[in-house]
C-alpha cells in the first residue's frame, strides 16, 4: 500500500543529562506519550515515520513519563501506548542522523522532534540535527517541535556548541553574540516552561538544570510565549510548530496534520 508521505522524528541518543553542581540525570530521555501519540496518529493517516538520533541507538524513556498522568489517567490506554511503542521496530534500532542526510532529506514532507529531557542532552547542538532543521526550514516543510524537543532548534545556529557553552557557563551575553544568523530568529515559539522546570527539579531530575529552555531560546532570538504551568498550549509561526509540554501532543498533532494537508494541495 502507498504511504501518504514520509516524516522523519528526530530523537535523543542521551543518556544523562548535566546538572549545576556537577550532578547528572541519568533517566533523561523521551516521554512516552510524546512519541507515541503524535507517531501512532500519523501512522493511522498514512505516514511513513523514520526515526534517526546521533547515534542509532535504542533511545531511553524517561520512566516518569510511563504514568497515566499523560494519558488522561487511564492506566489501560497507558498499557496501549506502552504496547505500541515496544513494536515500534524503527524505533528500537533508528537511523543515525549522518545516514539520514546522506540519503536524501527530500523524500520526508516534514520533520517531528517530542521532547523529555533527552534533548537537552545532544540534539540542541548536534550539527547533523542543524543539517536537517536548515533543510526543512529552507524548504518550508513542516517543523514540528514538542515540550523540550524546540531546544533542538538551536541546533540551526551557526556556533551552536559555543552558543550552549556559553549559555552553561552563565555567559548571557556571550551567547548572545553567538546566536546571530540564526535562522529561527523573530519566530514565534514555546518550549517547556521555566515554571514547570522548576517544579520537576526536586521531584524528577533531583537538581537544577544548567539553563531553563524558554530563556535559552529567548537569548537566541525567539519570540517565546508559555501559559501558566501544564496547560496545553501550540501555536505556528510559518513551517514552525511548537508545544510547550507534554500535555500539548494532541495540540502539536493537530497543527501538524493541517500543514501536512496544506503542503499537499
Request: proline fraction near 6%; include cysteine; charged fraction near 20%.
Amino acid at each position: 500500500m502507498a504511504t501518504k508521505g514520509k516524516i522523519l522524528a528526530l530523537i535523543s541518543s542521551g543518556r544523562g543529562l548535566p546538572l549545576k553542581d556537577g550532578k547528572v540525570y541519568t533517566g533523561a530521555g523521551y516521554y512516552l506519550n510524546e512519541v507515541t501519540v503524535p507517531v501512532r496518529a500519523l501512522m493511522n493517516e498514512g505516514y511513513e515515520i523514520t526515526f534517526a538520533n546521533p547515534t542509532g541507538n535504542t533511545p531511553q524513556v524517561d520512566v516518569h513519563s510511563e504514568v497515566v498522568g499523560f494519558f488522561g489517567g487511564d492506566a489501560a490506554k497507558l498499557q496501549d501506548y506502552l504496547i505500541f511503542r515496544d513494536g515500534l521496530l524503527g524505533f528500537r534500532d533508528p537511523v543515525r542522523i549522518k545516514d539520514v542526510i546522506a540519503s536524501g532529506l527530500d523524500q520526508y514532507d516534514a520533520i517531528f522532534v517530542p521532547g523529555g529531557h533527552g534533548p537537552m542532552i545532544d540534539l540542541l547542538d548536534d550539527p547533523n540535527a542543524g543539517i536537517v532543521l536548515r533543510h526543512f526550514h529552507e524548504t518550508s516543510k513542516p517543523t514540528a517541535v514538542l515540550c523540550h524537543g524546540p531546544i533542538s532548534l538551536l541546533s540551526a545556529l551557526p556556533n551552536s556548541w559555543e552558543f550552549v557553552a556559553a549559555l552553561a557557563a552563565g555567559d548571557v551575553a556571550g551567547a548572545h553574540a553567538k546566536a546571530q544568523g540564526w535562522i529561527y530568529a523573530g519566530y514565534k515559539m514555546t518550549i517547556f516552561a521555566t515554571a514547570e522546570e522548576q517544579q520537576r527539579e526536586p521531584l524528577e531530575i533531583g537538581g537544577k538544570v544548567l539553563f531553563y529552555p524558554d530563556f535559552a531560546l529567548r537569548t537566541a532570538g525567539g519570540d517565546v510565549s508559555v501559559v501558566p504551568p501544564w496547560g496545553s498550549y501550540a501555536l505556528q509561526d510559518r513551517e514552525l510548530i511548537s508545544g510547550q509540554n507534554p500535555f500539548s501532543d494532541e495540540a502539536v498533532l493537530k497543527l501538524l496534520l493541517a500543514a501536512l494537508s496544506e503542503k499537499k494541495k
